[in-house]
């Protein structure tokens, strides 16, 4: 604090507040109402309105929230104590339609007087501006008096944050720091009068409650969970603007606060809306909305509005901590983070409204987040550091399909694709088919949805190879895609379903790994998937085929099945029986049977278990699937705005059951999950676009091609079956061909009668995919394989001796049967 001392006066007259530490400390609301920020990237903080106040304030990069909330509180000493988001109805909107400048109007409950706010980012600073006008009956104005609330969460949490009191170029402020992170709060009019407390026992809010009256004016905080308040002047100042600027150290968060109180408000609100007509707005697609492009329009600069500034490129999955409320400081990512797959659909919804400079923003620090094995974390920090460990195929081979679109429109630039396509393929092929978790993160084996992206990935990976005359490395890609495409309704499907007693043969959520494969979970029974998220008192593992979701449908989306195909058909009529949710605006789709990620049944929040809810995105996604069944989708796109916030927020999950107002549940409105998600909003672009074309904008046309026509017309036939170490298989048809793949260089020694005749090969390389080799078998033929593998001179090293397998593996030629011939 050596650097205040001379320029700064500490304003301690009441000493220090009572009650350290504080209450433990809490997020707030996930329900985000608007989340904006200014265009410029040199202004690098973002912030989140929810229930009519200020939330997250975060920088300097968008994974890193600062504040909890901050709100204002009326009184008039008297007879009312009035808080903003507790006692207020609001409403809230934009001030143009093309930038997130957010105005909140509320009355008071009595109607008496009404509080008008503006909300933005200082165009070119890291400040939050909140301009705010008061208006209303004469006397009950004289006598009001005003305070502003702001709850400091720095470097990512409530505990060990300090405050002070400060009086600065003659006008009294507040302080708040932990580390070398300060927050510098202050006024357009000067606050009269300032406090800072701890948390439930001297804060602010306990003080006005009490009594009406601001009684406490302590000087100082010192790390705990604080608040700090200061005094507004209402009747000599009906509006004015509060200014909260950030910065490293307490010099830099002070500076840019005061600089930015220097400007007029109007200035600022002027400069914010012309950086965000920079943008073109999504004309293209609006057309086909049923709100007259109102929710397109918020839906881009929501997914503009989560790309960082210092990390360009990167976007989050949500400014928001779901059921922050009841999480504390250990839940430091919240969905603050970046997931690969969320990611890509951000960047592939601005490909919707022909934005290729930011999707390619998207796909370079991608590649700059790729690991050395081709794969990427299942979500990372903004700088690249991994928070969760899990392995997710199809955000690997997402941006291999990103790199696809980006190359056909010509959106490259510069930028060389092959190195990243490469790269992530090698790691397909490593792992594919079984991926440790699918797409809702729980839980291995042979996914629909996953497998549909991998093959995806892999036919892509293909067409860019083949440019590139790597022809034998496409012709691996696409046959290694074959495979997996021909074993896609045994590995996925069930015969024996149950959940539709007249619909047996099905997709299934997933099917899990069989003993000896990956991932095999041998604390349950083969066969069976636990089920993350229930409660300990709840059936936690069931047979595969008891669960079921609608990934399948991504099959359609990419290409690799028709709408019409049967095996889709019916699986919808069993996801519709078991998973559909008829609600006020419109049906809605859970995510799969027995999910527990969602609120609880008594409306609380999730606390490691609960009922898993709609997920507005799904509506979505089988809109795309109407559409390319040659149906209308307008009342899903209609279904699908309606479930946003009054900012147009769309939300992970709905509250999907009969109204609980205690709990603050809607049927059909935004459940206590994360809000917005971005996923949902992108989803939203791309079913715009999608409509506006008559086709599935994120149809593949090398799949589509490949795979989406009638088998009696396709132009090749898959002839081989994969051997991988991880992976071993049993048996293979007559007239097949055995490929062994494995990632270091290898020789195999086989017979076919039981080492009467022995026969030498050698495997043969493809750069970073590994080492393959083929033995060929004849219609017809029936009997074994014996082999064994070597790896010679292993490692490389001088000297170092061969080394093998160690024992015989064995695989049974078995006769062609009509099933493998289909």
Same mark, same amino acid.
């Not at 083929?774 to 090293?797: R, V």
């Given at each position: 604090m050596s650097d205040l001392a001379a320029a700064y006066r500490w304003l301690d007259d009441q000493g220090a507040a009572f009650g350290s530490p504080g209450l433990e400390p809490r997020w707030t609301s996930s329900q985000k109402a608007a989340v904006s920020t200014a265009y410029s990237a040199a202004s690098r903080i973002w912030f989140t309105v929810s229930h009519g106040i200020l939330n997250e304030i975060y920088y300097p990069t968008i994974d890193r929230p600062q504040t909890r909330d901050m709100e204002l509180i009326f009184t008039d000493g008297e007879t009312f104590c009035h808080e903003e988001k507790r006692d207020f109805d609001y409403k809230l909107d934009y001030v143009h339609p093309n930038a997130p400048a957010i105005r909140v109007v509320a009355p008071d409950p009595t109607a008496r007087y009404t509080v008008t706010k503006e909300f933005i980012s200082e165009p070119h600073r890291p400040a939050v501006l909140m301009h705010v006008k008061i208006t209303g009956d004469e006397q009950i104005l004289a006598r009001l008096k005003c305070y502003a609330l702001l709850a400091p969460h720095l470097n990512g949490g409530g505990a060990g944050n300090s405050g002070r009191s400060v009086e600065v170029a003659g006008q009294r402020c507040l302080l708040a720091w932990k580390g070398n992170l300060s927050l510098a709060m202050g006024v357009s009019c000067g606050f009269t009068r300032s406090s800072c407390g701890y948390v439930g026992a001297s804060d602010g809010y306990q003080d006005l409650a009490t009594d009406m009256t601001m009684d406490w004016e302590f000087g100082q905080a010192l790390e705990g969970n604080i608040a700090i308040m200061g005094e507004i002047d209402v009747t000599c100042s009906r509006e004015f603007t509060v200014a909260i600027g950030l910065g490293d150290g307490h010099h830099a968060a002070l500076a840019c606060m005061m600089q930015t109180l220097a400007t007029p408000y109007e200035s600022h609100r002027e400069r914010f809306i012309e950086q965000w007509m920079r943008v073109d707005s999504p004309k293209l697609i609006a057309a086909s909305s049923t709100d007259d492009g109102r929710l397109a329009n918020i839906s881009h600069n929501v997914i503009l509005t989560h790309e960082d500034k210092t990390y360009s490129g990167a976007f989050i999955a949500s400014a928001s901590i779901p059921w922050g409320a009841s999480k504390g400081d250990s839940d430091l990512g919240g969905y603050h983070l970046v997931w690969t797959r969320d990611m890509v659909q951000s960047a592939t919804a601005l490909l919707a409204c022909g934005d290729t400079e930011t999707a390619l923003r998207a796909l370079v620090y991608l590649a700059c987040t790729q690991r050395t094995d081709g794969s990427f974390a299942q979500n990372f920090w903004i700088d690249g550091v991994p928070y969760w460990s899990g392995i997710q195929l199809d955000e690997v081979a997402f941006p291999i399909i990103l790199a696809w679109?980006?190359?056909?429109?010509?959106?490259?630039?510069?930028?060389?694709?092959?190195?990243?396509? @490469?790269?992530?393929?090698?790691?397909?092929?490593?792992?594919?088919?079984?991926?440790?978790?699918?797409?809702?993160?729980?839980?291995?084996?042979?996914?629909?949805?996953?497998?549909?992206?991998?093959?995806?990935?892999?036919?892509?990976?293909?067409?860019?190879?083949?440019?590139?005359?790597?022809? @034998?490395? #496409?012709?691996?890609?696409?046959?290694? #895609?074959?495979?997996?495409?021909?074993?896609?309704?045994?590995?996925?499907?069930?015969?024996?379903?149950?959940?539709?007693?007249?619909?047996?043969?099905?997709?299934?959520?997933?099917?899990?790994?069989?003993?000896?494969?990956?991932?095999?979970?041998?604390?349950?029974?083969?066969?069976?998937?636990?089920?993350?998220?229930?409660?300990?008192?709840?059936?936690?593992?069931?047979?595969?085929?008891?669960?079921?979701?609608?990934?399948?449908?991504?099959?359609?989306?990419?290409?690799?099945?028709? #709408?019409?195909?049967?095996?889709i058909v019916d699986s919808l009529k069993v996801v519709d029986a078991v998973l559909k949710i008829e609600t006020p605006f419109g049906p809605c789709w859970r995510r799969y049977n027995h999910d527990g990620y969602g609120q609880r049944k008594d409306g609380g929040p999730y606390e490691g278990w609960g009922q898993g809810r709609a997920w507005p995105l799904l509506t979505g996604e089988r809109a795309h699937y109407e559409l390319a069944a040659g149906r209308t989708v307008a009342p899903l796109i209609s279904a699908f705005e309606k479930f946003s916030s009054s900012g147009g927020m769309l939300p992970e999950q709905i509250w999907d059951r009969a109204d609980l107002p205690s709990e603050g549940m809607y049927f059909g409105k935004s459940a206590g999950s994360a809000q917005p998600l971005v996923w949902a909003h992108s989803e939203y672009i791309k079913l715009l676009r999608s409509a506006t074309d008559?086709?599935?904008?994120?149809?593949?046309?090398?799949?589509?091609?490949?795979?989406?026509?009638?088998?009696?017309?396709?132009?090749?036939?898959? +002839?081989?079956?994969?051997?991988?170490?991880?992976?071993?298989?049993?048996?293979?048809?007559?007239?097949?061909?055995?490929?062994?793949?494995d990632k270091g260089r290898f020789r195999v020694v086989y017979t076919f009668d039981n080492w009467v005749t022995v026969q030498h090969l050698d495997s043969h390389s493809l750069g970073p995919i590994g080492y393959y080799a083929?033995?060929?078998?004849?219609?017809? +033929?029936?009997?074994?394989?014996?082999?064994?593998?070597?790896?010679?001179?292993?490692?490389?090293?001088p000297n170092q001796p061969d080394r093998w397998l160690g024992k015989n593996l064995e695989v049974s030629i078995m006769a062609l049967t009509s099933t493998d011939k289909s």
């Open positions: 679109r980006l190359w056909k429109l010509d959106g490259l630039g510069n930028f060389d694709i092959f190195p990243l396509v @490469e790269r992530a393929a090698a790691f397909l092929v490593c792992y594919a088919p079984v991926t440790q978790q699918e797409r809702w993160e729980e839980t291995a084996g042979y996914s629909p949805s996953t497998l549909a992206a991998v093959i995806s990935g892999l036919i892509c990976a293909a067409d860019i190879a083949r440019a590139r005359e790597s022809d @034998e490395l #496409a012709s691996f890609f696409e046959s290694y #895609a074959d495979w997996i495409e021909a074993h896609l309704d045994e590995w996925t499907t069930t015969t024996e379903g149950v959940l539709d007693p007249k619909i047996k043969c099905h997709y299934m959520r997933i099917r899990p790994p069989a003993p000896g494969e990956p991932f095999y979970n041998d604390q349950i029974a083969p066969g069976h998937i636990h089920i993350a998220n229930r409660g300990s008192d709840e059936k936690q593992v069931f047979e595969a085929r008891e669960i079921i979701d609608a990934g399948f449908l991504e099959l359609v989306r990419y290409g690799i099945r028709r #709408a019409e195909d049967p095996l008559g086709h599935i904008f994120d149809r593949i046309s090398a799949v589509e091609e490949r795979y989406a026509v009638p088998p009696a017309k396709r132009s090749f036939t898959s +002839q081989i079956e994969i051997f991988q170490a991880a992976r071993p298989v049993s048996s293979i048809p007559g007239g097949l061909t055995l490929r062994i793949v083929d033995i060929p078998t004849e219609a017809g +033929q029936i009997g074994k394989i014996i082999f064994t593998l070597c790896w010679p001179n292993y490692g490389q090293e």
